[in-house]
T-cell receptor, first 115, second 117 residues
Framework: AQTVTQSQPEMSVQEAETVTLSCTYDTSESDYYLFWYKQPPSRQMILVIRQEAYKQQNATENRFSVNFQKAAKSFSLKISDSQLGDAAMYFCAYLMTGANSKLTFGKGITLSVRP | GAVVSQHPSRVICKSGTSVKIECRSLDFQATTMFWYRQFPKQSLMLMATSNEGSKATYEQGVEKDKFLINHASLTLSTLTVTSAHPEDSSFYIC?????????????FGPGTRLLVL
């Protein structure tokens, strides 16, 4: 079974600084997808970034980028120029390919941003 | 991105009553929707996968007779919590895949907070 591990329950970053959130996963599949979702206090789940495992290039979305290390099964999220609005819970998630596959979430990490 | 709505956003009910939560895909047709439950400061726990026109697939440990799921149309799935008890109080979230978009991406509704007294 696939598992997703987020070992850090909480992190804090100074506004305008950079922070990296860690995520590792375990799978025997070679083709899959990885996601980072953000859940602010409103509790609305927001897609931050996605990565296809067959793509070697790391995904980037504005201030958000990932470091995808397929061999190490690592998928960290880097947030540059942190803003107060980045404060939220962040979930790493794995999805196997296939029409009926289900998202597997990590436990999440609570990110606070200090002004 | 695709938009998913949920109704109601919060509901308070008495123990023993049933509560229905609706999940709608607003700008796309979703053949598959998912229902999650989330406790405070915890991750999302998948309860069931809802397939349009067929029976839902429940995760292990989820009582199908207690959490009734109906996916009667391509834009609507409903979760009914039957004979609710205080331990059913939780945050319920639905999600859907857009088959015309990036099929692997799930779009989430805003969630429903259920409090059973």
């Amino acid at each position: 079974a696939q598992t997703v591990t987020q070992s850090q329950p909480e992190m804090s970053v100074q506004e305008a600084e950079t922070v990296t959130l860690s995520c590792t996963y375990d799978t025997s599949e070679s083709d899959y997808y990885l996601f980072w979702y953000k859940q602010p206090p409103s509790r609305q789940m927001i897609l931050v970034i996605r990565q296809e495992a067959y793509k070697q290039q790391n995904a980037t979305e504005n201030r958000f980028s990932v470091n995808f290390q397929k061999a190490a099964k690592s998928f960290s999220l880097k947030i540059s120029d942190s803003q107060l609005g980045d404060a939220a819970m962040y979930f790493c998630a794995y999805l196997m390919t296939g029409a009926n596959s289900k998202l597997t979430f990590g436990k999440g990490i609570t990110l606070s941003v200090r002004p | 991105g695709a938009v998913v709505s949920q109704h109601p956003s919060r509901v308070i009910c008495k123990s023993g009553t049933s509560v229905k939560i609706e999940c709608r895909s607003l700008d796309f047709q979703a053949t598959t929707m998912f229902w999650y439950r989330q406790f405070p400061k915890q991750s999302l726990m998948l309860m069931a996968t809802s397939n349009e026109g067929s029976k839902a697939t429940y995760e292990q440990g989820v009582e199908k007779d207690k959490f009734l799921i109906n996916h009667a149309s391509l834009t609507l799935s409903t979760l009914t919590v039957t004979s609710a008890h205080p331990e059913d109080s939780s945050f319920y979230i639905c999600s859907a895949r857009d088959p015309q978009g990036e099929q692997e991406t799930q779009y989430f509704g805003p969630g429903t907070r259920l409090l059973v007294l």
